[in-house]
C-alpha cells in the first residue's frame, strides 16, 4: 500500500542549520476535519478554500506562509489523502507534493480531528496517518481539535472525560500535545488559539533539540532539490556573464568613438548602472532559484518517479 512503505524507510531527525528561519507544518486529517480552515486560522488569511462539504474541497496539496517572531510559518494543507476511499495511485501523488513542498522536513504534523462523535472511518484514517508517517515521527505530531465552538463553553477537560476512549488513548500517545480550535473565531480569540499552537509547535522543535522530522526518502528529495537548484543557479550565473560582457562591449564601443571628458564619464556612468542592474536581478533570480525549482513540474516528476520506485520495494 502506499501509504505503508514510507514507514519502512530509515527515519531520522534533521538538523536545522542555525540560520533555519522557517517553521514548516503539514496538517493532516480526514476530509471535513477542517484543516484547510485551520490553516486558514493560522496564516490569519484565506490562503486554502474553505467551507462545509460532504466532500474535500481541498484538491492537491498547497502551501502558504505567514510570520511569528520573526519565523517564515509556512503551512502546507492536504486533501483527504487518509480517506479510506482515496485510492493508493492519488495518495502517492500527494505525498510527492506535500514532501516537496516540506523538504527537507516538517518541524510539526498537525493531526486535525473534529469534536463529536469519532467514526470508524475517522479512526482508520487516522491509523493510515499514523502507520505512514511511522513511530518515530510522533516526536514531532501535535493534535489538533476542531469545532471548539460546537463545547458551546464546557472545558475541554470536561469534554474529554466523556470524550470516546480512542480519542482519549490518541492523547495519551501524544502525551498531552494538542490544541482546541474554534475555526470560526475572530480578532483576539484567533490569535490566542494560533499563538497557543504555535508556541507548543516551538516547544517540540526545543524538545527535539532544534530538528525537523526527515526520513532517507526526505532526504533524497532534498538532494534532488539542491541539484536541480544548483544547476539553475549555473544558468542564470552564465546568463549574467553573457549579458555582462554584452553591455561591456557595447559600452567600450561607444566609449572609444571621439567624445568629451564629460560625455565619456556620462557613459561609464550608464554603463555601471546597467552592470549594477543586471547583476542584481540574476543574483536575485539566483537566491530565488530554489522556489522556482519547487514550482516546476520537473521537479514533481523526479520525485513521484522515484516514490514509485520504493513504493514497489515495500509492496506487500
Same mark, same amino acid.
Given at each position: 500500500?502506499?501509504?505503508?512503505?514510507?514507514?519502512?524507510?530509515?527515519?531520522?531527525?534533521?538538523?536545522?542549520? *542555525?540560520?533555519?528561519?522557517? %517553521?514548516?507544518?503539514?496538517?493532516?486529517?480526514?476530509?471535513?476535519?477542517?484543516?484547510?480552515?485551520?490553516?486558514?486560522?493560522?496564516?490569519?488569511?484565506?490562503?486554502?478554500?474553505?467551507?462545509?462539504?460532504?466532500?474535500?474541497?481541498?484538491?492537491?496539496?498547497?502551501?502558504?506562509?505567514?510570520?511569528?517572531?520573526?519565523?517564515?510559518?509556512?503551512?502546507?494543507? /492536504? *486533501?483527504?489523502?487518509?480517506?479510506?476511499?482515496?485510492?493508493?495511485? +492519488? /495518495?502517492?501523488?500527494?505525498?510527492?507534493?506535500?514532501?516537496?513542498?516540506?523538504? *527537507?522536513?516538517?518541524?510539526?504534523?498537525?493531526?486535525?480531528? *473534529?469534536?463529536?462523535?469519532? /467514526?470508524?472511518?475517522?479512526?482508520?484514517?487516522?491509523?493510515?496517518?499514523?502507520?505512514?508517517?511511522? &513511530?518515530?515521527?510522533?516526536?514531532?505530531?501535535?493534535?489538533?481539535?476542531?469545532?471548539?465552538?460546537?463545547?458551546?463553553?464546557?472545558?475541554?477537560?470536561?469534554?474529554?472525560?466523556?470524550?470516546?476512549?480512542?480519542?482519549?488513548?490518541?492523547?495519551?500517545?501524544?502525551?498531552?500535545?494538542?490544541?482546541?480550535?474554534?475555526?470560526?473565531?475572530?480578532?483576539?480569540?484567533?490569535?490566542?488559539?494560533?499563538?497557543?499552537? %504555535?508556541?507548543?509547535?516551538?516547544?517540540?522543535?526545543?524538545?527535539?533539540?532544534?530538528?525537523?522530522?526527515?526520513?532517507?526518502?526526505? $532526504?533524497?528529495?532534498? &538532494?534532488?532539490?539542491?541539484? +536541480?537548484?544548483?544547476?539553475?543557479?549555473?544558468?542564470?550565473?552564465?546568463?549574467?556573464?553573457? &549579458?555582462?560582457?554584452?553591455?561591456?562591449?557595447?559600452?567600450? +564601443?561607444?566609449?572609444?568613438?571621439?567624445?568629451?571628458?564629460?560625455?565619456?564619464?556620462?557613459?561609464?556612468?550608464?554603463?555601471?548602472?546597467?552592470?549594477?542592474?543586471?547583476?542584481?536581478?540574476?543574483?536575485?533570480?539566483?537566491?530565488?532559484?530554489?522556489?522556482?525549482?519547487?514550482? $516546476?513540474?520537473?521537479? %514533481?516528476?523526479?520525485?513521484?518517479?522515484?516514490?514509485?520506485?520504493?513504493?514497489?520495494?515495500?509492496?506487500?
Amino acid at each position: 500500500m502506499a501509504t505503508q512503505y514510507l514507514s519502512e524507510l530509515r527515519t531520522s531527525h534533521g538538523l536545522a542549520n *542555525p540560520e533555519e528561519s522557517q %517553521l514548516r507544518l503539514i496538517l493532516v486529517g480526514k476530509t471535513g476535519a477542517g484543516k484547510s480552515a485551520a490553516g486558514n486560522s493560522i496564516l490569519r488569511e484565506k490562503v486554502f478554500p474553505s467551507s462545509f462539504s460532504a466532500v474535500s474541497i481541498t484538491k492537491h496539496c498547497k502551501k502558504g506562509s505567514s510570520t511569528w517572531k520573526g519565523r517564515e510559518v509556512v503551512v502546507v494543507d /492536504t *486533501p483527504g489523502l487518509f480517506d479510506t476511499e482515496v485510492s493508493d495511485a +492519488e /495518495t502517492l501523488k500527494e505525498i510527492t507534493c506535500c514532501m516537496v513542498l516540506t523538504s *527537507p522536513g516538517p518541524h510539526a504534523l498537525l493531526l486535525v480531528i *473534529p469534536l463529536g462523535r469519532y /467514526t470508524p472511518e475517522g479512526q482508520k484514517a487516522t491509523e493510515k496517518i499514523l502507520a505512514m508517517f511511522g &513511530e518515530r515521527a510522533r516526536e514531532h505530531m501535535i493534535l489538533l481539535f476542531t469545532r471548539k465552538d460546537d463545547l458551546d463553553g464546557m472545558d475541554f477537560r470536561d469534554y474529554l472525560k466523556q470524550a470516546p476512549t480512542a480519542i482519549q488513548e490518541l492523547i495519551r500517545k501524544f502525551r498531552g500535545r494538542y490544541c482546541v480550535f474554534n475555526n470560526k473565531a475572530t480578532g483576539a480569540e484567533q490569535e490566542d488559539q494560533r499563538e497557543q499552537l %504555535l508556541a507548543l509547535v516551538q516547544d517540540v522543535v526545543n524538545k527535539c533539540k532544534g530538528r525537523y522530522y526527515t526520513n532517507s526518502l526526505y $532526504q533524497k528529495i532534498e &538532494e534532488e532539490i539542491q541539484k +536541480e537548484t544548483q544547476v539553475l543557479q549555473e544558468i542564470f550565473r552564465a546568463e549574467l556573464e553573457r &549579458e555582462k560582457a554584452h553591455i561591456i562591449q557595447k559600452f567600450e +564601443e561607444e566609449i572609444r568613438k571621439p567624445k568629451d571628458e564629460l560625455e565619456q564619464q556620462e557613459w561609464k556612468v550608464e554603463m555601471e548602472r546597467q552592470l549594477a542592474e543586471r547583476e542584481a536581478h540574476w543574483v536575485s533570480r539566483q537566491q530565488s532559484a530554489r522556489d522556482d525549482v519547487l514550482s $516546476q513540474s520537473k521537479i %514533481l516528476e523526479i520525485i513521484f518517479n522515484m516514490l514509485r520506485f520504493f513504493s514497489s520495494l515495500f509492496k506487500d
